[in-house]
């Protein structure tokens, strides 16, 4: 049977979930995934998925100019993080925190987040993002 998905599906799925390739022959995590690894050329991959891994914030931006419809998230940072377990680094929004509170090395833990709405088409798409962990403790949602 041969159906098209709508294409808002596909990316939200991509989205919401940070997919990567993992070599069966070295064990490396290709990130963004690829069909050859990237370490060894081995084709023997498997699809693994990073999103619920902690990161730690290696360096980061600040962006003043956000694009219309994220105007709550002004001023937006966006930090390299990179994955404690598959060490895959990785640039995300980091949300929950001040700039001037952000450490180099500060644990990070990922959060959905909304990332933009098409108000005519009535969509909101999603999107990881890191917090620090340690502002999380006795906070509810
Ligand atoms: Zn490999």
Request: positive net charge; proline residues 6%; hydrophobic residues 35%.
């Amino acid at each position: 049977m041969k159906f098209s998905i709508p294409r808002f599906w596909r990316e939200r799925i991509s989205h919401y979930r940070l997919k990567a390739a993992k070599c069966r022959v070295c064990g490396k995590i290709n990130y963004p995934p690829s069909s050859i690894c990237r370490y060894c050329g081995s084709k023997d991959l498997e699809e693994v998925y990073l999103d619920n891994e902690y990161g730690r914030l290696i360096t980061w931006t600040i962006i003043h100019t956000v694009p219309d419809g994220f105007d709550e998230q002004r001023p937006r940072i966006i930090g390299l993080v990179e994955l404690i377990n598959s060490k895959v680094r990785i640039l995300a929004p980091i949300t929950d925190i001040l700039p001037e509170e952000l450490k180099e090395n500060m644990l990070l833990e990922p959060v959905l987040r909304r990332i933009n709405e098409d108000g005519e088409a009535g969509l909101i798409h999603y999107g990881i993002a890191y917090r620090p962990v340690i502002k999380t403790i006795g906070r509810e949602e």
